[in-house]
C-alpha cells in the first residue's frame, strides 16, 4: 500500500471570479481548462489540466489569501522569460530564497494565491 502520485490540487479564488481565473490561469499562464464532471458543476469554480495532474479551482469567500504562505510551484523551462512576462504584465515579483541548483521567483495571482515559478539549473 502506497500513495502513487499528486492527482490534483486544489486553489480558491473568491465567488463569481471565475471568468477572471480563466483569464489568468488558461490566459496569461497557458493552463488547458478541462470540463468538470456534471456532479460538480454547481458549485462554481473550473479545473485545469497540466501534464497529468489537475489544478482545481474552487470558489470561496471570506478568505484572506494574502495572508498564507500556501502556494503551487510550477515547474517552467525558461524562469527569466516568465520573470519578465510577468513583469511587464504589472505582477509584482518577489524573489524567493535561493536553493541552490534552481532558479525560481514568486508571486501572487490575481485574488492573492501565492504562485512558484522553479527550473532545475
Known amino acids: 500500500m502506497r500513495i502513487q502520485r499528486l492527482h490534483h490540487a486544489q486553489i480558491i479564488v473568491p465567488k463569481g471570479a ?3 481565473a480563466r483569464a489568468f490561469y488558461c490566459g496569461v499562464l497557458g493552463l488547458t481548462e478541462i470540463e468538470k ?14 501534464g497529468d495532474v489537475q489544478i482545481h479551482i474552487g470558489v ?12 503551487l510551484a510550477y515547474e517552467v523551462d525558461d524562469v527569466p522569460a516568465w520573470r519578465a512576462k510577468l513583469a511587464a504584465l504589472g505582477i ?30
Open 92 to 121: 509584482e515579483i518577489a524573489n524567493s530564497a535561493p536553493i541552490e541548483g534552481f532558479d525560481r521567483f514568486e508571486f501572487r495571482d490575481p485574488f492573492g494565491n501565492r504562485v512558484e515559478l522553479i527550473q532545475q539549473i
Open 18 to 20: 471565475e471568468n477572471q
Open 37 to 50: 464532471p456534471e456532479s460538480l458543476k454547481g458549485r462554481g469554480g473550473l479545473w485545469l489540466q497540466l
Open 60 to 71: 470561496e469567500d471570506g478568505f484572506d489569501r494574502m495572508t498564507t504562505k500556501a502556494h
